[in-house]
């Protein structure tokens, strides 16, 4: 958690411990709540802070919540949390507006993680080759077949060293949470990224700028990238793209794990590869995959079209 978030908590269990005279446990209710959105922030985006924070951002916390498992009075509850610390910090000048104000949470009952398909895939791809730099084409390429092809999180992209990376036999060494190891496995379209990155950029960048570091990814001065350096660069290649949407980094996330499961994946296997600590957080994908199980069954079996078997 960056500082800027940090004090701002501080400052709003004091304004409800002090002025509104709150139990000491409902204020530590509402520390737990922020303290788990900042991390959240911290893990998928750099550390955004609480002021850049809009409406794109609690759709992506919400399914993020949805796949931890939590039930619709959970999220209400946390909803509420986060509703009052902005409500807060709007009454304080300290942000604009209310993100939160206009949640409905009975619209995320049933909440699906989004995800990419195989054309908006393919034009992410062609906008990250075509960054005007060709060195940071080689890198935001790799960048984008490394989060897409493995599904780790942002912060575990940044912080992947040389040594993580085996490019003989396909394996990446990745430091979770809770400073947990797990390997995995990436393709020859990673493995190819990867080397002509490695080949033609970093080492260039680096020697340019007269940096020396262990980590794979460098930003544009040859310094270790970081997770908000990374959403930036995503960003932009979304912008470039030509697609008029947003993108989150969970989203790449989404998009392997539910590729994984259509193509005959079991639970297990994508939980380990995702680094999930409970099997609960992964069953959010099944229901994609069940959906696209039922159309292809109604497709493929018109008998279960029959509207009357007798």
């Not at 034009?123 to 730099?133: G, I, M, S």
């Not at 092809?149 to 003989?168: F, M």
């Amino acid at each position: 958690m960056n500082r800027s978030n940090q004090k701002l908590i501080q400052l709003f269990i004091k304004y409800i411990v002090n002025e509104r005279q709150y139990s000491d446990d409902t204020a530590r209710a509402y520390h737990d709540d922020l303290v788990q959105f900042a991390t959240f922030l911290a893990d998928s985006g750099g550390e955004k802070d609480f002021s850049k924070i809009d409406s794109f951002d609690v759709e992506i916390y919400l399914s993020h919540l949805h796949d931890l498992g939590d039930n619709n009075n959970t999220v209400a509850r946390k909803m509420s949390s986060l509703r009052s610390f902005y409500n807060f910090l709007v009454n304080n000048q300290i942000v604009e507006d209310n993100p939160f104000v206009y949640v409905n949470i009975k619209k995320h009952a049933n909440h699906l993680p989004r995800f990419f398909y195989a054309k908006e895939l393919d034009k992410l791809f062609e906008a990250a080759k075509q960054t005007k730099n060709p060195l940071l084409a080689l890198r935001n390429t790799a960048l984008l077949e490394v989060l897409y092809g493995t599904g780790i999180r942002v912060s575990e992209c940044a912080n992947l060293t040389l040594d993580d990376i085996d490019l003989s036999n396909n394996m990446m060494l990745v430091l979770g949470k809770g400073n947990k190891e797990r390997y995995i496995p990436f393709g020859s379209y990673a493995n190819h990224a990867i080397n002509e990155y490695l080949n033609k950029s970093r080492n260039v960048l680096m020697e340019k700028f007269n940096k020396q570091h262990p980590y794979l990814f460098v930003d544009q001065h040859g310094s270790h990238i970081t997770s908000r350096g990374i959403e930036y660069i995503l960003d932009q290649i979304m912008k470039n793209s030509g697609m008029n949407s947003s993108i989150h980094p969970h989203m790449l996330r989404h998009t392997f794990a539910t590729q994984m499961l259509n193509n005959g994946a079991d639970l297990r296997t994508v939980q380990e590869l995702l680094g999930h600590s409970n099997l609960s957080t992964t069953q959010i994908y099944t229901h994609v995959t069940k959906e696209k199980l039922l159309k292809n069954y109604q497709n493929f079996f018109k008998r279960s079209e029959d509207e009357n078997p007798d």
